[in-house]
C-alpha cells in the first residue's frame, strides 16, 4: 500500500488517509525494496545485473553492475591496503583455486563494464562509448600524435589503471553493460585463450564481445611472455570508441620501491626482468622495412601509405608491382629486428606488433603511459625488436603503425608476420623461390613434423561508424573506405556491366575479382590468417564449402563455416580436408564478409581449388603430395 506521510510526530507516522488492510506488528514499513536472491553453483565468472524497468534510458547512465563468481574459498583485498572489500571493479583475489588451464591461485582482477550509446563522447556518427563510466578521449589530448597516450605529456588516463608487478596473474573481465553494438577487448603486449580452461585454445589478445556478453581475459603473466615491466595499454579496438576514450593502462612494475601494492600470496618474490627480449641462442632474422606513400586502389584519389621491403619499393612505386600488405614469415624461437625507415612526406611512424614479445621500452612502438618515445621520424631510421616466444607458439602477429594510429592504419600502414612451427621452410607457391626473408601474401609451408600446406594472409578494414545501429535514419549501404588487402570488388560495379543478379560472381562473365584469389590443389592442406587492422564493424568471414573446426588438435570439437571477426583480432582457420573441403571437390568456392552489405561493398573473391590432375603452369605441387 502506498501511502503520503502528513506528519511525523517522534517514532509515529500519520498518514493521509488510512490503511486498507491489517498490517501485523513488525511488519516492515519503508520506502519500496525487493530482495534478489542467487545462489552461485558454479565458477562462472561475472553475472551481468541491471535495471529492466526503464533499460534503454538506465543502462547508459549507469544502473548496471555485476556479480562475479571466484574460485571456492577466495577472499577479495584493495590491492593498495590489503583489506578485505566486498565490491570494486579492481581487487586482488587470494585464492588456491583453479583459475584456468594456465593459472591457479592468487591474481590481480579488473572488470570493464563497457558502454556504447554515450552522446557526451561520441565522434562523427558513432553512438559514443566509455569504460566504467570514464573514457579519456584523444580529442583532449591534442597534440603530436605519437604522444597521445603518453602519461608525461598528458597524465595518467581517467580510465582504470591495473597496476601488477612481474609476474602476477590478471584476469580482466569484460562485460557489455550497454547498449547497442559489439566490440572488441584488446591487450597490448599479453595473450589469454578464448576458452580458459582448455590448452588446445590457442592463445590470442583481442575478443569480440556483444549487448550483456562477457568474457574472462586470464592473463598467465603480467610484462608478457619474455616478463617486461613498462605500461602496456587495454583499449576498445573498435576505431572510433578507441577514438573516443575507451582505453587505459595496465603498469606493470619490476620492483616494490615507492609502490603502494601489495604482494599476492604465491608471488611475493618479483621475478627479475628478462635481460634481453632475445635469447642469445635464438635465430635472427633481419629485415629492411620502409613506410612509404603510395595510390592504393581502395582509396581512390587518396594517396595512401604502407610498409615495404626495401627490395620492394622501387617496383611498388613504378607500378609493375601490386601493392600488397607486408606479410612476413619466421619460425617459433626466432628474434626479429625490423629496421623501419620513414621515407613518408610527413609525421612520424613505428611499428607495434602483438603476440609477440618485446621490451615496451624500446619496441612497443607506443609512448604508452610512462614509456619513452619510439616513433622514427621522416627520413630518419629505428630498429624494433621482437621474439616469437614458445609460450605463444604458432600464431599470427598483427602490425600497425602509432606514430599516427588514428590516421595511418586506415590509410593502409600495416601488416603481419606469421609465426609457423620451428624449423619451417617458406616458398613461393608458383615459382618455388625461398621466402624466407621476403613478403608475401601467400606462401607454401614446409613444416619438420607435418605436412606442407599453403599459407595465406588476408586483411579486412573497414571504417563506417553507424551501419547497423539504431540510429536512423537506417543505413543500407555501406559508406567510407572498405578493403581486402588494399583492393575491393563491389558488386553494384559487375552489375552495371551485366544485370544478371545469378551471375555476378561469375569469372567468365565479369573475370576474377581484383581482391585477392586464393589457389589451392585439392586435397592440399590449408591455413588462412584473417586479420581486421583498422575496423569499426563486425564482419562474418566465411569460406563456402570448406567448414573448420574451432580449435585444430581438440577431438570433437565444434565446426564452423563462418565466424565473427572485429577490429584488431586475428584469427587462423583450417579447413577440414584442406583444399576442396571434406569432398575434395574441385572448383571455385566464394569466400569474403557474408556480412551482406560489405559483400556488396566489394569484400569477397574466391578460392580456387584445381585439379590434381591441372596443376601445371598454376601451382607447384606440395612435397608429398
Not at 44 to 68: M, P, R
Not at 250 to 270: M, W
Not at 415 to 430: K, L, N, Q
Not at 521 to 542: N, Y
Request: hydrophobic share 35%.
Amino acid at each position: 500500500e502506498v501511502r503520503r506521510i502528513r506528519e511525523i510526530d517522534g517514532s509515529t507516522l500519520v498518514f493521509d488517509e488510512p490503511l486498507r488492510f491489517s498490517h501485523g506488528r513488525g511488519e516492515i514499513v519503508s520506502s519500496e525494496f525487493m530482495r534478489y536472491r542467487w545462489y552461485p553453483d558454479v565458477q562462472f565468472g561475472t553475472a551481468y545485473f541491471h535495471d529492466h524497468v526503464s533499460a534503454l534510458t538506465s543502462w547508459k547512465h549507469g544502473l548496471v553492475g555485476a556479480i562475479v563468481s571466484e574460485p571456492p574459498g577466495s577472499t577479495y583485498h584493495d590491492p593498495s591496503t590489503g583489506d578485505e572489500v566486498r565490491s570494486g571493479p579492481i581487487v586482488d583475489v587470494h585464492t588456491d583455486g583453479l583459475v584456468s588451464a594456465d593459472v591457479t591461485g592468487s591474481f590481480r582482477e579488473l572488470l570493464l563494464f563497457i558502454q556504447d550509446d554515450n552522446t557526451l563522447t561520441k565522434e562523427g556518427r558513432s553512438s559514443g562509448s566509455a569504460i566504467n563510466l570514464r573514457v579519456a578521449p584523444l580529442k583532449a589530448r591534442e597534440g603530436d600524435p605519437s604522444l597521445l597516450f603518453s602519461s608525461e605529456v598528458h597524465g595518467d588516463p581517467e580510465t582504470p589503471l591495473l597496476e601488477a608487478y612481474l609476474g602476477d596473474p590478471i584476469v580482466i573481465r569484460g562485460l557489455v553493460s550497454a547498449m547497442n553494438d559489439v566490440h572488441t577487448l584488446h591487450v597490448d603486449g599479453h595473450w589469454f585463450r578464448l576458452e580458459p580452461y582448455s590448452l588446445t585454445s590457442r592463445p590470442i589478445n583481442t575478443v569480440h564481445i556483444g549487448i550483456s556478453e562477457r568474457y574472462a581475459l586470464v592473463l598467465p603473466k603480467a610484462g608478457g611472455p619474455q616478463g617486461m615491466a613498462g605500461d602496456y595499454l587495454y583499449y576498445n579496438g573498435r576505431s572510433f570508441k578507441f577514438r573516443e576514450g575507451s582505453w587505459g593502462i595496465i603498469r606493470v612494475l619490476d620492483d616494490d620501491a615507492g609502490a603502494s601494492l601489495q604482494k599476492l600470496p604465491g608471488h611475493q618474490e618479483i621475478p627479475a626482468p628478462a635481460a634481453t627480449v632475445c635469447p642469445v641462442e635464438a635465430p635472427v632474422k633481419e629485415y629492411w622495412v620502409a613506410a612509404i606513400d603510395v595510390p592504393l586502389p581502395m582509396l581512390g584519389e587518396t594517396k595512401g601509405k604502407m610498409y615495404v621491403l626495401k627490395a620492394d619499393k622501387a617496383e611498388v612505386l613504378s607500378g609493375s608491382q601490386s601493392p600488397e600488405p607486408l606479410v612476413l614469415h619466421v619460425n617459433v624461437g626466432d628474434c626479429v629486428n625490423l629496421m623501419l625507415s620513414n621515407e613518408t612526406a610527413s609525421g612520424p611512424v613505428s611499428i607495434h606488433a602483438d603476440m609477440l614479445a618485446y621490451d615496451p621500452a624500446k619496441s612497443m612502438g607506443i609512448a604508452a603511459g610512462g614509456n619513452p618515445p619510439q616513433t622514427v621520424e621522416p627520413g630518419s631510421t629505428r630498429t624494433y625488436t621482437f621474439y616469437a616466444h614458445p609460450d605463444v607458439g604458432e600464431t599470427v602477429a598483427l602490425l600497425r603503425d602509432w606514430g599516427n594510429v588514428l590516421e595511418n592504419p586506415g590509410l593502409g600502414l600495416y601488416g603481419a608476420i606469421v609465426v609457423g612451427e620451428e624449423g619451417s621452410s617458406y616458398t613461393h607457391p608458383v615459382t618455388g623461390e625461398d621466402m624466407t626473408l621476403k613478403s608475401g601474401w601467400r606462401v607454401d609451408v614446409h613444416a619438420p613434423a607435418r605436412d606442407s600446406y599453403r599459407d595465406f594472409a588476408l586483411f579486412i578494414q573497414d571504417q563506417d561508424e553507424v551501419i547497423g545501429t539504431h540510429i536512423m535514419p537506417y543505413s543500407q549501404e555501406v559508406e567510407g573506405v572498405v578493403g581486402l588487402n588494399y583492393h575491393f570488388e563491389p558488386l553494384g560495379a559487375r552489375l552495371a556491366r551485366n544485370e544478371d543478379t545469378s551471375r555476378v560472381f561469375s569469372s567468365g562473365v565479369h573475370g576474377d575479382p581484383a581482391t585477392p584469389l586464393l589457389e589451392a590443389v585439392s586435397g592440399d592442406p590449408v591455413r588462412i590468417h584473417v586479420l581486421v587492422p583498422f575496423s569499426e564493424q563486425a564482419h562474418v568471414f566465411t569460406l563456402e564449402g570448406h567448414p573448420w573446426p574451432v580449435e585444430p588438435g581438440r577431438q570433437g570439437s565444434d565446426m564452423l563455416s563462418a565466424v565473427q571477426i572485429g577490429a584488431l583480432e586475428a584469427i587462423t582457420i583450417q579447413p577440414q580436408g584442406g583444399a576442396g573441403g571434406r569432398t575434395g571437390l574441385p572448383g571455385d568456392y566464394l569466400y569474403g564478409d557474408h556480412r551482406e552489405p560489405y559483400r556488396q561493398a566489394g569484400l569477397w573473391d574466391k578460392f580456387r581449388v584445381l585439379p590434381a590432375q591441372e596443376t601445371e603452369g598454376w601451382l607447384r605441387r606440395l612435397p608429398g603430395r
